[in-house]
């Protein structure tokens, strides 16, 4: 079946090597999560995090899962964009810590959530942020900034039927990458400015 006549839920890498997929539940999970995130549903964002720990059977010994949601989407939702206090002050304690966390931070801090809930960590969830991590460091170094987020767009939001969600995700990703750019020199989004 040619790669492009394969089902869109399914993300492929061809390299030399053979073919990679990730399984049913990983792109499932993908999918909502990157939904929810455009949606900006922390909530919904937190769930798809911890339906997917569950459904692998990592939550035996689990407690207070609704607090885990809550916790993991607000964490997640403030990596993916530049979002208003209410959302990235339940992670991090002043707007300069929320602004330098990289992706690696972000993991540490997922990973420490889990552990505080008694949620055994994903293999899958390790595989695919250590991923990250290790690609956006990487393109730190080379100067370039790439959104993964802008990059997901086309696979998540195909077809006509789909057009005004894509509108609003480039909508949303224009002004959290603005306000990324402006931030570097700023005060956080919706504070006064300083008087110098």
């Known amino acids: 079946m040619p790669l492009s006549a ?14 990679h997929e990730m399984n049913d539940r990983l792109c499932s999970f993908a999918m909502i999560s990157m939904v929810a995130t455009f949606r900006m549903d922390a909530h919904g964002l937190g769930e798809s995090v911890v339906k997917l720990h569950r459904d692998e059977g990592l939550c035996k010994y689990a407690r207070d899962l609704d607090k885990l949601t809550d ?13 208003d206090e209410e959302i990235w002050s339940q992670t991090f304690d002043n707007y300069e810590e929320y602004r330098s966390s990289r992706v690696s931070e972000y993991f540490a801090r997922m990973i420490g959530l889990l552990s505080e809930h008694r949620v055994r960590v994903s293999p899958s ?8 991590a ?32 894509r509108l609003r995700s480039w909508v949303r990703l224009d002004a959290s990458e603005r306000e990324t750019r402006e931030g570097d020199d700023g005060p956080p989004p919706g504070a006064p400015a300083r008087d110098e």
Not at 71 to 78: E, P, R, S, T, V
Not at 125 to 132: C, H, R, Y
Not at 142 to 161: E, I, K, M, S
Request: contains cysteine.
């Open 134 to 165: 290790l690609i956006e460091g990487s393109v730190a170094e080379l100067g370039y900034g790439v959104n993964v987020l802008r990059a997901a767009t086309p696979y998540l939001f195909r077809g006509w039927q789909h057009l005004p969600e």
């Open 71 to 83: 916790k993991m989407g607000n964490l997640l939702l403030a990596g993916a964009f530049m979002c």
């Open 6 to 19: 394969r089902p869109a839920r399914a993300t492929m890498v061809r390299h030399r090597e053979p073919l």
């Open 125 to 132: 969830i390790w595989s695919l942020t250590t991923a990250f």
